[in-house]
C-alpha cells in the first residue's frame, strides 16, 4: 500500500513537471533559443522594378531548414540600408524564418552618405516625402511577387524554400510607416494606398500616427495581428514626431491580437544595431533582449500558429524579459 501510494505521488509529481516543462514533457516555450553555433546564409541580390525603372536591394538571411518556412520582410528607416538591425536578421533567422531585409532607394543610406556632416539632416528631411513613401509600399508588392517567382523556379536557390502563405512584415521609424501603410493603416480619401493581403501579421518599431485626421478611422481597421514597439524617449529629429505620437496608435487600433510594449529609456536608435548622433543616453543591453524575444514569439504565434507563443505572449512570461519600468499591454 505504501509502495503504491509513494508511486501515486511520482506519477502526479511527473506529471506536474511536464506541464510545466511543456506538452510530453518538451522544454518550456523560450523565443531567444536558437541553435548553438547557427550562423544564418546571408544572400545579397538586387531585383529590378521594370516598371518603375528602379532597382530594389536585398539582403536575405536564410535558416537551416531546406523546407518551406515563413517569410519576415523588413523595412530600414530614413537613411538606412539593407545592412541594419543584423542582430534581428540572425535572430528570426536562427528561429526558422527567411527574413528579407529591403532597401527603398531614395531614401536610403545614399541620401546622406556622400554629404557634408552640416547638410544631412536637411537632406534627410527632404527625402521624407509622399513620393518615397509610395516608392516604399511600392517596394514591398514588388519583392513579395518576386519572393513568389523564386519560390516556384526550381532554379532559384530559394525554391520550395519558402512558405508564401505566411508572410510577416515589420520596419522601423520611415519602415514602420511603411509597415503601417501595406498591413491595414487606411489614409484619407484620395490618397490611394491599397493593404497588402498577404501580410499576415505585422510589427513597428517606432510607430507613428498621422499628424491629421481620426485615429480611429486610420487604424481602426486593422484585421490583423500588429506588435507595436517604442521607448520613453523614442523621438525623432527628422519629422519631429514625438512619443505622444508614438504611443497614439495603440488605443486607436481595435482589439484582437494587438500587444505594445514601451520600453523604459529606449530612444530612437534603441531599435536599431547603433546609437545615432546627438544620443546621449547610454544603450540598455536588455531592450535588444526584449525585442528579440516579443518578436520572435509573435512570429511564431501569427505566422506559425504556435498556441505556446501566443499563451507566452498573452501570460505572464512575456514579462519576464522586461524590466520593471517597461510597459507592456495586450488587447
Known sequence: MKEHHNRTIFFVLTFLLYAVQGIAGEPSYNPLAISAGFAPQIIDLTVHDSEREREIPLRIYLPAEKTPVPIVLFSHGLG???EQCVYLGHHWAGRGYVAVFVQHPGSDVSVWRDKPFAERLTTLKQAANAENFLHRI????????????WNADPNSPFAGRLDVAAIGMSGHSFGAITT????????????????????????????????RGDLKRAFGKVNIPWMLMTGTNDVSAINDTDVASRLAVFPALPPGD???????GAEHSAFTDRALPGEAEARNPNHHRVILALSAAFWDAYLRGNMAAKAWLQGDEARSVMEEQDRWQTK
Open 80 to 82: 538606412g540600408s539593407r
Open 138 to 149: 511600392n517596394d514591398i508588392h514588388v519583392v513579395l511577387d518576386v519572393l513568389e517567382r
Open 180 to 211: 503601417q501603410a501595406v498591413s491595414g493603416q487606411q489614409f484619407p480619401i484620395g490618397q490611394k494606398i491599397a493593404t497588402e493581403p498577404r501580410i499576415h501579421a505585422a510589427i513597428m518599431f517606432s510607430p507613428s500616427s498621422p499628424r
Open 258 to 264: 494587438k500587444y505594445e510594449v514601451v520600453l523604459y
